[in-house]
T-cell receptor, first 111, second 114 residues
């Protein structure tokens, strides 16, 4: 089955700086790569996703890049704000519609 | 995007009892899933809830422990049976909006088993 690795496990950044989270996947058939943000006491919230026919996608301060050859994808958050503090999960999915998740990254934005 | 609600939002249960969690979606969806998130951990897929047929369970999860129903395209239930403290987790309902091919999660049910 699919194996998704996520790094780093924790990330502390100064407000206004950028944050980068990296994930690798094992199944070359995976074609959908969402990112979720989970705040304390809440369910995961989809923040951005990318499909295998696209190399990069941006939504305001958030961007995701995908390298299919290397089987890795990354989340970039620019101009971080305190409300960006949360746990972020990457995931990968093939045509069976089952998501495989990374272990999560706890992001702390220091004011 | 689909709006998902879950009941109860949290519960404290005694070992040996069972709890049924409900998931309601505001629109018809093809795919519904149940995930478990143990404290401080990532999400693990329990099963795919199939409308009108038996759920499809992932390795390590069995129907006797986690019976699932899905009577229509907007509703599903997950029962955690004969609970033990190891079942203390967050249980999450998820749906796949196939028109957008995007997967969304409900707010979760926080279960503590004493």
């Amino acid at each position: 089955g699919e194996n998704v690795e996520q790094h780093p496990s924790t990330l502390s950044v100064q407000e206004g700086d950028s944050a980068v989270i990296k994930c690798t996947y094992s199944d070359s058939a995976s074609n959908y790569f969402p990112w979720y943000k989970q705040e304390l006491g809440k369910g995961p919230q989809l923040i951005i996703d990318i499909r295998s026919n696209v190399g990069e996608k941006k939504d305001q301060r958030i961007a995701v890049t995908l390298n299919k050859t290397a089987k890795h994808f990354s989340l970039h958050i620019t101009e971080t704000q305190p409300e960006d503090s949360a746990v972020y999960f990457c995931a990968a999915r093939a045509n069976d519609y089952k998501l495989s998740f990374g272990a999560g990254t706890t992001v702390t934005v220091r004011a | 995007s689909a709006v998902i609600s879950q009941k109860p939002s949290r519960d404290i249960c005694q070992r040996g009892t069972s709890l049924t969690i409900q998931c309601q979606v505001d629109s018809q969806v093809t795919m519904m899933f149940w995930y478990r998130q143990q404290p401080g951990q990532s999400l693990t897929l329990i099963a795919t809830a199939n409308q009108g047929s038996e759920a499809t369970y992932e390795s390590g999860f069995v129907i006797d422990k986690f019976p699932i129903s899905r009577p229509n395209l907007t509703f599903s239930t997950l029962t955690v049976s004969n609970m033990s403290p190891e079942d203390s987790s967050i249980y999450l309902c998820s749906v796949d909006d196939l028109t957008q091919e995007t997967q969304y999660f409900g707010p979760g049910t926080r279960l503590l088993v004493l």
